[in-house]
């Protein structure tokens, strides 16, 4: 059973990444990211029950990732709303100023 | 995969694993921003079933809060405030997608054969607690005291960071 779900995992965290690496609009490359953390989450719940030593401390993990990512989503949207008023855009290839 | 025997567990991760994939790949295949959040939702309140399945009730509820009530109306937000009519106007990067398909899908089989040839040590499945949020309670203020303080100070930094970043120049 728990080859199923880390299998889940791979598949969710495989989608996020092709997503966060092929959309232009920079809003679906951070709900990709978060669909990759979503695929971390269930790893660690399955681990926390079916794990060779189940414990509580996956689910305390996964309380952790959720907290630090709904502090990356506030802050990313506050970047992207920023980025919008200065450059009029949210297209993720259009924002290259490092480059020049 | 096709020897788990067929338990009302195995049916409900399946209804759930098929939910949970569906919406991910609509997220990715859909035009318009709007439909990638509200499929993406419904992966948030698949992942949030999982949850309960693996009897992680708290973090389901946790989940269902968070990410299908907080962040997908914060995603909303960015999206009403930036531009986003024109949804995917061009699609003029086939050898980029294709690239990233095939990275994405080297990494899937790596992934996959590493999970067939682990030998995963059979244990026990934990044994129910009575009240999971009770005793993450009790963990989180035995020994995870610092991290847990940790957490609420990068919650604060970060939400009156996301302010001043996105308030408007007052000039």
Redesign the interface.
């Known amino acids: ?8 995992a ?10 966060a ?2 959309k ?2 920079a ?2 490359v ?3 990211i ?2 990759m953390l ?1 695929a971390v ?2 790893n660690l ?2 681990f ?10 996956g ?2 993990f ?3 990732t ?10 990313g ?6 980025l ?2 200065a450059r ?3 297209n993720v290839d259009e924002f290259d100023e490092m480059r020049r | ?1 096709f020897n ?1 025997p067929l338990t009302g ?1 195995f049916v409900a ?1 399946f209804v759930l ?1 098929v939910i ?2 569906s919406g ?2 609509l ?2 295949s859909f035009a318009k ?1 709007i439909h ?2 509200v499929s ?1 939702a419904a ?2 309140i698949g ?1 949030a079933g ?2 309960i399945l ?3 009730d ?2 389901a509820f ?2 269902v809060l ?2 299908a009530g ?2 997908s109306i ?2 909303i ?3 009403m ?4 009519q024109d ?2 106007a061009e699609k003029g990067r086939p050898s ?2 294709a690239l ?2 095939v ?3 080297a ?2 089989g790596i ?2 054969y590493a ?2 040839q682990t030998e ?2 059979v ?4 044994q129910l ?1 009575e009240d ?1 949020a009770l ?2 309670g009790k ?2 203020f035995t020994g ?1 005291v610092v ?1 847990f303080e940790l ?1 609420s100070v ?2 604060t930094v ?2 009156i ?3 001043v ?2 308030k ?1 120049e007052a000039d």
Do not use: D, W
Request: hydrophobic residues 65%.
């Open positions: 059973m728990l080859s199923s779900y880390l299998t889940l791979a598949i969710l965290f495989c989608i996020g990444l092709y997503g690496l092929v232009r609009n809003v679906v951070l709900l990709s978060e669909l979503n989450n269930l719940v399955a926390s029950k079916y794990g060779a030593v189940p414990a509580l401390s689910q305390v996964t309380l952790f959720i907290a630090v990512s709904a502090a990356e989503a506030a802050v949207i506050a970047v992207l709303i920023a919008f008023r009029g855009t949210v | 995969m788990v567990e991760f694993s949970i994939i991910a790949v997220m990715v921003v990638m959040v993406l992966v948030f992942i999982m949850f693996l009897n992680a708290f973090l946790v989940q968070i990410y907080a962040v914060l995603m937000f960015g999206i405030m930036t531009k986003h949804a995917e980029h997608e990233a398909a990275g994405a899908l990494l899937f992934l996959f999970i067939r995963f040590p244990s026990q499945p934990a607690v999971s005793e993450i963990l989180l995870y991290p957490v990068v919650l970060a939400f960071g996301a302010i970043l996105a408007k």
